[in-house]
């Protein structure tokens, strides 16, 4: 713990949670028993975060490719998110924690739904730190509902099309005043994006560890953040430039 320095740490966290199919089959166990495990790290690695001082922490916890998997699954996974999301509600509140989803949620059960609206409507003043589920979420759907409703918005007269920016896309996002990831953490030894949070990655540090998401321990996130400030972040500029400015 020593090792972190507190007035570096990343605004924003966003996380990769993989390796719970892996997890469980090692074991000899049905995959659904690596997704209630995977519950259980989710728990405290929120608690951690918000223990540690991270303002905002973005969770894939199911993307749209998802919905391919074999239907028991999906099914197993909904039900674990809908009972999560039941049982935290007043952990969450109390810790002062806002939660949001963002995806497609359209695609999601009602009874799923109804739990992630109680839980924004019951944390929707919390400041101390917050909290997005990306749910039925792709990188790809997210820009191309985006643009979409630029579409619509420039049809209606309401936007000029030479006005559009980087600054007015991002509006059109699903949680638009997030700020981008710093960090991105991907367990389970897996090296890519999977269509997770496209445009918000831009200049995002990437980490990835080979630990399987259930074992996954706030020591973990530790090392992830130590390592993301040992990096230095130049956003295109040369290196004495970054050092000049500090
Ligand atoms: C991540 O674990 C959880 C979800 C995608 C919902 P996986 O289920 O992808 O685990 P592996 O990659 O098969 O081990
Ligand atoms: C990414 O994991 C999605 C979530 C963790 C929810 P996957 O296991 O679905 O990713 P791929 O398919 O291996 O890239
Ligand atoms: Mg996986």
Redesign the pocket.
């Known amino acids: 713990m020593a090792r972190l320095d507190p007035n570096k740490l990343p605004r924003h966290v966003a996380i990769?949670?993989?390796g719970n199919g892996r997890w469980a089959e090692a074991r000899g166990l049905p995959r659904e028993q690596g997704h209630r495990q995977g519950c259980e790290v989710v728990r405290e690695v929120v608690r951690a975060c918000h223990e540690l001082g991270i303002r905002v922490l973005t969770l894939?916890?199911?993307?749209t490719?998802?919905w391919d998997r074999p239907v028991e699954e999906v099914g197993e996974i909904m039900d674990l998110l809908e009972r999560y999301m039941e049982s935290e509600t007043d952990e969450l509140v109390e810790q002062g924690i806002r939660v949001q989803a963002i995806g497609r949620l359209s695609d999601l059960s009602p009874e799923l739904r109804q739990r992630l609206e109680e839980l924004t409507r019951r944390t929707e003043h919390n400041d101390e730190m917050r909290l997005a589920f990306a749910l039925s979420y792709s990188g790809r759907t997210e820009i191309v509902d985006a643009v979409r409703n630029i579409a619509r918005a420039v049809e209606a007269g309401c936007v000029d099309p030479e006005a559009i920016d980087e600054k007015s896309v991002q509006n059109y996002l699903y949680a638009p005043d997030l700020p981008d990831p710093d960090l991105l953490i991907r367990t389970g030894d897996?090296h890519?994006i999977?269509n997770?949070l496209l445009w918000q990655l831009a200049y995002t540090e990437l980490y990835h560890t080979e630990r399987l998401w259930p074992d996954f321990r706030k020591q973990d996130l530790v090392d992830a953040l130590v390592a993301y400030q040992g990096r230095e972040r130049r956003f295109g500029r040369t290196s004495s430039q970054v050092r000049e400015r500090r």
């Not at 894939?60 to 993307?63: D, E, H, Q, W």
């Open positions: 990769i949670p993989d894939f916890a199911f993307s490719e998802n897996e890519r999977s997770f």
